[in-house]
Nanobody
Framework: VQLVESGGGSVQTGGSLRLSCTASGRISVFSGMGWFRQVPGKDHEWIASLDWTDDSTYYLDSVKGRFIISGDKAKYTVDLQMNNLKPEDTARYYC????????????????WGQGTQVTVSS
């Protein structure tokens, strides 16, 4: 599976962006998809997941109520609508197939796509 993220950009505080993730393979074999973000010098941080089995969604507390994850299993796409963006949302964003192990969400692949940069200015 190869994943391509797009839709990033530069916005001011309070602005919105919609990120998209397109898979070149069959993401339907996975039970869920998620979004992560990374700032320089830190590990990837999980922020949202979509469970394909029942369309349940899960969010990091700091983005709950502002971000919405959605997807189309038939089209192999997963989107992230980001509203009311804050400077602390500035990061490079990545999508990946995910699994919940204990209380942590993990990328099931051994690699990441190129990501898409989101920059929020105050």
């Amino acid at each position: 599976v190869q994943l391509v993220e797009s839709g990033g950009g530069s916005v001011q505080t309070g602005g919105s962006l919609r990120l998209s993730c397109t898979a070149s393979g069959r993401i339907s074999v996975f039970s869920g998809m998620g979004w992560f973000r990374q700032v320089p010098g830190k590990d990837h941080e999980w922020i949202a997941s979509l469970d394909w089995t029942d369309d349940s969604t899960y969010y990091l507390d700091s983005v709950k109520g502002r971000f919405i994850i959605s997807g189309d299993k038939a089209k192999y796409t997963v989107d992230l609508q980001m509203n009311n963006l804050k400077p602390e949302d500035t990061a490079r964003y990545y999508c990946a197939p995910v699994a919940l192990l204990g209380t942590e969400w993990y990328n099931l692949l051994n690699s990441w796509g190129q990501g898409t940069q989101v920059t929020v200015s105050s």
